[in-house]
T-cell receptor
Framework: ETGVTQSPTHLIKTRGQQVTLRCSSQSGHNTVSWYQQALGQGPQFIFQYYREEENGRGNFPPRFSGLQFPNYSSELNVNALELDDSALYLC????????????FGQGTRLTVV | ELKVEQNPLFLSMQEGKNYTIYCNYSTTSDRLYWYRQDPGKSLESLFVLLSNGAVKQEGRLMASLDTKARLSTLHITAAVHDLSATYSCAVGLQGRDDKIIFGKGTRLHILP
């Protein structure tokens, strides 16, 4: 158990819809990163939130957006869903520094039909 | 742009054998991670390597880091079926966004 929880665990959406995924970070961690893992691939960095602000972004379009709340929990929002958005979405919490270790939640499996 | 390459991507081996997974990365980094992932599950942290020459061992797994060669290895000793999983290396970039870049993962299947 990493102390990082994600909800929901599974989700089916229709193309064009919008989805919100949630992540509660490990106690004491003020940084949350989101990753997309397509089937058979390694996780791809979407973006990171640090103290409620976006702190870096990977190669994902603007329809992927996020929020971080004062308690450091986070949301990932995806608008105008496409079939290729089907993936396992992982969040990781960490505390910045040289010995940073990121702890991952169990993931949300999103299927777009 | 930082790239992380693992090889092999697929590995099928007999129980009791030894093998090594290699992870090469393209840019100077200050930390390297190894994760285990079971099918449909999340990532379990195995090792964090922070300095040149670092070696860490846990059970039948041993990881090492050569920052000059930009190479990390994960060595499996006397493999057992329970070690069947996908093993991913990831490289950290300390900077504004402190992000981690993953390799594609090595799918390891250990035959009884």
């Amino acid at each position: 158990e990493t102390g990082v929880t994600q909800s929901p665990t599974h989700l089916i959406k229709t193309r064009g819809q919008q989805v919100t995924l949630r992540c509660s970070s490990q106690s004491g961690h003020n940084t949350v990163s989101w990753y997309q893992q397509a089937l058979g691939q390694g996780p791809q960095f979407i973006f990171q939130y640090y103290r409620e602000e976006e702190n870096g972004r990977g190669n994902f379009p603007p329809r992927f957006s996020g929020l971080q709340f004062p308690n450091y929990s986070s949301e990932l929002n995806v608008n105008a869903l496409e079939l290729d958005d089907s993936a396992l979405y992982l969040c990781a919490s960490s505390f910045p520094g040289m010995n940073t270790e990121a702890f991952f939640g169990q993931g949300t499996r999103l299927t777009v039909v | 742009e930082l790239k992380v390459e693992q090889n092999p991507l697929f590995l099928s081996m007999q129980e009791g054998k030894n093998y090594t997974i290699y992870c090469n990365y393209s840019t100077t980094s200050d930390r390297l991670y190894w994760y285990r992932q079971d099918p449909g599950k999340s990532l379990e942290s195995l090792f964090v390597l922070l300095s040149n020459g670092a070696v860490k061992q846990e059970g039948r797994l041993m990881a090492s880091l050569d920052t000059k060669a930009r190479l990390s290895t994960l060595h499996i000793t006397a493999a057992v079926h329970d070690l069947s999983a996908t093993y991913s290396c990831a490289v950290g970039l300390q900077g504004r966004d402190d992000k981690i870049i993953f390799g594609k993962g090595t799918r390891l299947h250990i035959l009884p």
